[in-house]
Every structure is written in C-alpha cells, then in structure tokens.
C-alpha cells in the first residue's frame, strides 16, 4: 500500500511537472507582435512580410505585418493608435519620422507594450532599434562602388525617401563623407533630394537633373523607387552609358535597368530576414531573455550582433548583412 501511494505522489510530481511545462509553453507563444511598416503596397515591405509570417510558423506567435496607404508618418501613429487600443504585446515599426513617433511610443510603453524599430538608429522610447548593418559604413561603401564605375570623377546626386528618415540620411552621409574624403575630381551638385518614396517623383527629379547638370554622371537613391526612377529618365533621354542609376532596391525591381545599363548596381539587405529578426528580437524580450552582443538571431548576417547605444541609451543592434548586385550576378537573385 504505501509503494503504490509514493508511486501516486511521483506520478502526481511528473503531471504538475507537465502541466507547468506546458503552460509555460503556451505563454511563450501567446504574444501579439505586429509589424508597422511604412508604406503597403511596396514590395520591400511585400518581401519584410515573408519574414513576419515565417517567424509566426516557426514559433506559434501571433505575429503579422500592417501599413498605411500613403507614407505620411500621421498614418503611421493612427495605426500604432489602433494597436495600443487593441491591447498587443509588442509594436514594432519601420518610421517615416522617429521624432513624430516617440508620443505615441511612449503611450503604448505606459501601456505596458514593447516598442521596437528598424532602420531608426536615433529613435528614443523603444527597447531596441535593429539595423542591417552600421548605416554610415554602408553609405560609405556604396560610393565606393559608385565611384568606381565613375571612374573616380564626375556630377552626382544624392536622394533620401523623406528629410526626417534616420537611415537613409545616414547613407547619404557616409556617401558625401567618402567622397570628400576619398574622391576629390567627384562633384555633389546639389542638396539630398527628397523623393517621398514615390517613383514618380524620382523620375521627373531625375529629368530635372540631367536638364540642370548636363554633365551629371550617377545618381544615388535610398529608397527603392530611386533606382527605377533614376533609371526610366536616363533610358528615356538616351543616355545609357553616360548616366546610370545606383543605390538601395531589390534585384527583382531593379532587374530590366541593371540589363539595359541605366543602373550599374543596387545594394540591400533582405527586408524577410530584417523583419524576422526583429520580431525574434521581440519575443526574447517578452519571454523575459536577455539579447545580447555575440547573440545568433537565426538568420543569414545576424549570426552574430554587435549592440551600441545611441546618443538617447536606446541599444541598437547590428548585422553584417549587405548584398551588391550587378548585371553580372543579377540573376542569383529571385526577390
């Protein structure tokens, strides 16, 4: 009788063992973790949502992606707005305007949500922010590159998506620092120029560009619809091979322009794996984990992350994870 009672009180242990495991299981997994990106309709963020999706198979979590139909940072806070009312674990968000962000990030830190970015190293009122790669580094290299297919010399122009977007800013920084340092026969010819994120606007900018400074040789975008835009104005006035297009945008975008020679290169990083990583970096962080520098984030160029804190204490987190595309490996890419 008493070996079939402590028989009983083991297997009562190994139950409430279980059930605890479990519970602690489902608890991992049952988080609502949304992804804000600037613009629907793009497909940077069309690919970013890939890697939200992925993330929520891989783990059970909650976790998708939503954005505005215009780039306008009000529409931005209007959905973190909806998300907050909404009671979610965590909000994470690609800004148009980190400044006009941080109110509202702070309403939902008081409301006991988690606030992450990407691509908004100056950001205040978040736990994280999460870069690619270290911005002013990147901008330096994709001068180089352009640089070099200049042949050292000759016009160019710099655009950003918006005058208040951190990384894009930072690139172009880290273009015009390289160039003054490093290329003295090359020419800024005027200010960054703000494309809204809007092809159109690349384009006719463009137009103006080569009307203006006829002896220009590249242009430098930052956001995706640069290089398409760039490259549309150049095919249509003719000038292949003396002015081409370069900077940040997906191979698949890029594609026709890198063919035809109005684009010489294009640089990025994959929006899945940023978007994937980020939301990891999120739920380690509801789950009570500590991220931290060395940490593998599980995907390619996130092995192993460095952490810096920015001028605010906010730690930022950064891959090695850049790609260079031109004509001659284009089609290694399917995205």
């Not at 978040?126 to 000759?154: K, L, P, Q, T, W």
């Not at 400074?213 to 290089?227: L, Q």
Request: aromatic share 10%; net charge negative.
């Amino acid at each position: 009788m008493k070996k079939i009672t402590l028989w009983l009180l083991v297997l009562a242990v190994i139950l409430s063992t279980f059930s605890a495991f479990m519970v602690v299981q489902a608890a991992d997994n049952d988080y609502e973790i949304v992804m804000v990106v600037k613009l629907e309709g793009v497909a940077w963020f069309d690919n970013m949502r890939l890697g939200i999706e992925q993330f929520a198979k891989d783990t059970g979590v909650n976790a998708y992606q939503i954005g505005a139909d215009t780039a306008d940072p009000a529409s931005q806070v209007a959905l973190i707005e909806d998300l907050i009312a909404k009671g979610v674990d965590a909000i994470l968000v690609i800004p148009n305007d980190p400044v006009a962000l941080e109110p509202v990030f702070k309403k939902a830190n008081d409301a006991g949500i988690l606030t992450l970015t990407h691509e908004a190293s100056n950001q205040k009122q978040v736990s994280f922010d999460i870069e690619a790669f270290d911005n002013v580094a990147y901008g330096r290299h994709m001068m180089d590159v352009m640089a070099e297919d200049m042949n050292y010399e000759g016009e160019y122009a710099c655009f950003v998506g918006h005058l208040t977007s951190t990384t894009h800013n930072e690139w172009v920084d880290g273009e015009i620092a390289q160039q003054k340092e490093k290329y003295p026969n090359m020419k800024l010819v005027c200010d960054r120029i703000e494309d809204h994120e809007n092809q159109q606007i690349d384009y006719e900018k463009a137009l103006e560009l080569l009307k203006t400074y006829p002896n220009i040789k590249g242009m430098m975008g930052s956001a995706m619809c640069g290089v398409p835009g760039f490259a549309l104005a150049i095919e249509e006035k003719g000038l292949i091979g003396k002015v081409a297009a370069y900077g940040t945008c997906l191979p698949s975008v890029a594609y026709d322009y890198l063919k035809s020679g109005s684009a010489k290169s294009i640089h990025f990083w994959i929006p899945a794996d940023a978007g994937y990583v980020t939301a990891k970096v999120a739920w380690e962080l509801l789950k009570g984990n500590e991220v931290k520098e060395g940490m593998d984030l599980g995907r390619p160029g996130y092995e192993s992350i460095t952490i810096k804190n920015n001028q605010f204490g906010v730690p930022i987190i950064y891959g090695q994870a850049w790609a260079d595309v031109t004509l001659e490996n284009i089609d290694e890419y399917d995205l």
